[in-house]
């Protein structure tokens, strides 16, 4: 006889200098006393054969590398542990919380709340709807203006040895593609994404570890291109909780 176990509304919990607690969570990866019970999208629910008092693990899982085919555990988050007691036909509510590994270390944020290292890029207002968290970037095509690239003003410090990952959130009316490159040799170059018009904020997560270690050059730019597609008149992509995070 199972218990039905209901995965719901997981959140990122951050402290200070670790950025907004926005994330791109997709699916929950649950376990208990070492069997696998699953990977799930979310809100769900679904039969388990736990009774009792049992102690479950959930890892967040993510769509990575822009891929929504290439779903992954995101490594560089705790997995959720609860124990629970578990009644046989009734249905249990888990909410997970996620926090950042103790070994993940910062290397840049960029959260546009009262600073901006992009060059073509302004801080949105304060009452822009689209805003996510705060304040947000903004790229505008004006009338007229068919692409535009921006990119990180001051170099980002990286170095090797560790993985890298890249989190950032993205909005856009516009076409366009994003990725780093080598601050002394411009041919050092990896286009890491591309992006078409969609309404929500994404939050995606791309792993630059075999890049920095090829690479090995310390100084790094991100850039980001945008180009009108079929709107007229003025267009704009935001971008948002831009990190870099290595552990």
Known sequence: IPTYIKLANPSLQTEVN????????????IESGGKDLGAYEYPTIFPSFLAGENTVSINAGVFYNGSTSE????????????????????T??????????????????EDFENSNNFSN??????TDVANISG????????????????????????????RVILEFGLKTSNYGG???????NSANTIQMGSFAPYDNWTTSYFELTSFINQVKEGEY???????????????????DNFKIIQF
């Open 18 to 29: 670790q950025g907004a607690t926005v994330h791109g969570i997709s699916d929950l990866w």
């Open 71 to 90: 779903r992954r555990i995101h490594p560089a988050l705790d997995p959720f542990k609860t124990t629970l007691n578990f009644i046989q036909e009734d």
């Open 92 to 109: 249990i509510l888990i909410e997970p919380v996620f926090k950042y590994k103790s070994s993940v270390n910062f290397l840049y944020i």
């Open 121 to 126: 890029v302004d801080r949105a207002v304060q």
């Open 135 to 162: 304040k947000a970037g903004v790229i505008t095509l004006n009338t007229g203006e068919n692409f535009k690239a921006a990119e990180t003003i001051n170099s980002l410090q990286i170095t090797e040895g560790q």
């Open 178 to 184: 994003f990725g780093f490159k080598s601050v002394s």
């Open 221 to 239: 730019q991100f850039y980001i291109e945008v180009e009108r597609g079929d709107l007229s008149g003025e267009s704009k992509t935001y971008i």
